[in-house]
């Protein structure tokens, strides 16, 4: 199988914002698409995304999951990054109409299609740093994804950094420099104690992953940062605390710190994980601070992590009742 996000289908969808307003959308070829050396989004980063999934359910349907909620979410990314204002509802449509357009190319289960949206600035001024460009690129991409968790679902390892991921108040946009700015402290965490990723984690407030929110799972208790600017509010996070509440579990949605968690953690029974769409509910198996390794519970991942993760997922794939309402049909 091919790498995550490497698979594109032929053809995205795509809208233009100039003169104030929308182009209609349309079909192009997705090996390129032709933009200005100036262009805003390559040198001041005026860039947001987002990342969403269609289904198969048995009966052949294909279900995207919680689409209003990324399309907002967008909609938020680029109001902060001060791009043109998007369309919720024509971008709801595209994305329909490229998923029922490649509705044969949706895996089964547990494979899926990924959707990226994505919004770029591309009005061709250097002379903008400090100025939002007036026109824009929205466009959809599909990539065909397998089983993230074909070689089996190995429980991760995570550095506590006493850092930011980001700049405190780009922490809900989902842009490029966020990632940018977070490799490097990857790159030394994978080369140093062979993480897998980094928990960031400064003035010791346990915040989230590169691109994954964190959850404590302690018995019947899930604990987890509660929501403010600093951090991306993940689609994922807010359905597996859902499902949580839906099982009689007590959500605690507030600060929690390296000291506790360190100590939370090294109880057996305790469970962490990382949630986010391209992989569900990973769990934690090791958290390495200060120079120590902290087994989380058993180090394997845990019951209630499997329970979730098979919960969530047997709603995307047409298992289970859609008590929520989170997936809408496309064909
Ligand atoms: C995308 C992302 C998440 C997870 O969000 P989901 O909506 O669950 O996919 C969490 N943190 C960061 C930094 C992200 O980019």
Same mark, same amino acid.
């Given at each position: 199988?091919?790498?995550?996000?490497? #698979?594109?289908?032929?053809?995205?969808?795509?809208?233009?914002?100039?003169?104030?307003?929308?182009?209609?959308?349309?079909?192009?070829?997705?090996?390129?698409?032709?933009?200005?050396?100036?262009?805003?989004?390559?040198?001041?980063?005026?860039?947001?995304?987002?990342?969403?999934?269609?289904?198969?359910?048995?009966?052949?349907?294909?279900?995207?999951?919680?689409?209003?909620k990324n399309v907002a979410?967008?909609?938020?990314?680029?109001?902060?990054?001060?791009?043109?204002?998007?369309?919720?509802?024509?971008?709801?449509?595209?994305?329909?109409?490229?998923?029922?357009?490649?509705?044969?190319?949706?895996?089964?289960?547990?494979?899926?299609?990924?959707?990226?949206?994505?919004?770029?600035?591309?009005?061709?001024s250097i002379g903008k740093?400090?100025?939002?460009?007036?026109?824009?690129?929205?466009?959809?991409?599909?990539?065909?994804?397998?089983?993230?968790?074909?070689?089996?679902?190995?429980?991760?390892?995570?550095?506590?950094?006493?850092?930011?991921?980001?700049?405190?108040?780009?922490?809900?946009?989902?842009?490029?420099?966020?990632?940018?700015?977070?490799?490097?402290?990857?790159?030394?965490?994978?080369?140093?104690?062979?993480?897998?990723?980094?928990?960031?984690?400064?003035?010791?407030?346990?915040?989230?992953?590169?691109?994954?929110?964190?959850?404590?799972?302690?018995?019947?208790?899930?604990?987890?940062?509660?929501?403010?600017?600093?951090?991306?509010?993940? #689609?994922?996070?807010?359905?597996?605390?859902?499902?949580?509440?839906?099982?009689?579990?007590?959500?605690?949605?507030?600060?929690?710190?390296?000291?506790?968690?360190?100590?939370?953690?090294?109880?057996?029974?305790?469970?962490?994980?990382?949630?986010?769409?391209?992989? #569900?509910?990973?769990?934690?198996?090791?958290?390495?601070?200060?120079?120590?390794?902290?087994?989380?519970?058993?180090?394997?991942?845990?019951?209630?992590?499997?329970?979730?993760?098979?919960?969530?997922?047997?709603?995307? $794939?047409?298992?289970?009742?859609?008590?929520?309402? $989170?997936?809408?049909?496309?064909?």
């Open positions: 199988m091919a790498a995550f996000g490497t #698979v594109f289908t032929p053809e995205m969808i795509i809208s233009h914002f100039h003169n104030n307003s929308w182009s209609q959308p349309e079909l192009v070829a997705t090996d390129s698409i032709s933009l200005h050396p100036g262009a805003h989004v390559l040198h001041y980063s005026s860039t947001c995304f987002e990342g969403l999934k269609a289904f198969r359910h048995a009966d052949g349907g294909i279900y995207v999951f919680r689409m209003d979410r967008l909609a938020q990314s680029s109001q902060l990054l001060a791009l043109p204002q998007i369309d919720g509802a024509m971008l709801q449509q595209m994305i329909l109409d490229i998923v029922k357009r490649y509705a044969a190319d949706v895996p089964n289960p547990p494979g899926s299609m990924y959707i990226r949206p994505t919004h770029i600035g591309t009005e061709a740093a400090a100025a939002p460009s007036l026109e824009s690129m929205l466009y959809v991409l599909l990539s065909p994804v397998g089983d993230y968790f074909a070689g089996g679902a190995k429980p991760l390892r995570l550095l506590l950094e006493d850092s930011a991921r980001c700049a405190a108040h780009m922490g809900m946009v989902k842009s490029g420099g966020n990632y940018a700015s977070a490799l490097q402290p990857i790159m030394k965490a994978r080369a140093a104690v062979q993480a897998d990723q980094v928990l960031f984690c400064p003035n010791g407030d346990v915040q989230e992953t590169g691109a994954a929110n964190f959850l404590l799972i302690d018995g019947n208790e899930i604990i987890t940062k509660a929501l403010d600017s600093s951090f991306l509010h993940g #689609v994922t996070r807010d359905s597996i605390l859902t499902l949580a509440r839906d099982r009689g579990m007590k959500v605690s949605e507030r600060e929690l710190t390296v000291d506790e968690l360190l100590e939370r953690a090294q109880k057996p029974g305790t469970e962490a994980a990382l949630s986010g769409t391209a992989a #569900v509910l990973t769990p934690v198996g090791t958290l390495i601070h200060a120079g120590k390794e902290y087994q989380v519970g058993s180090g394997q991942g845990g019951t209630t992590t499997a329970a979730l993760r098979q919960a969530l997922n047997d709603i995307q $794939w047409g298992k289970a009742e859609d008590k929520h309402g $989170w997936l809408v049909k496309v064909c």
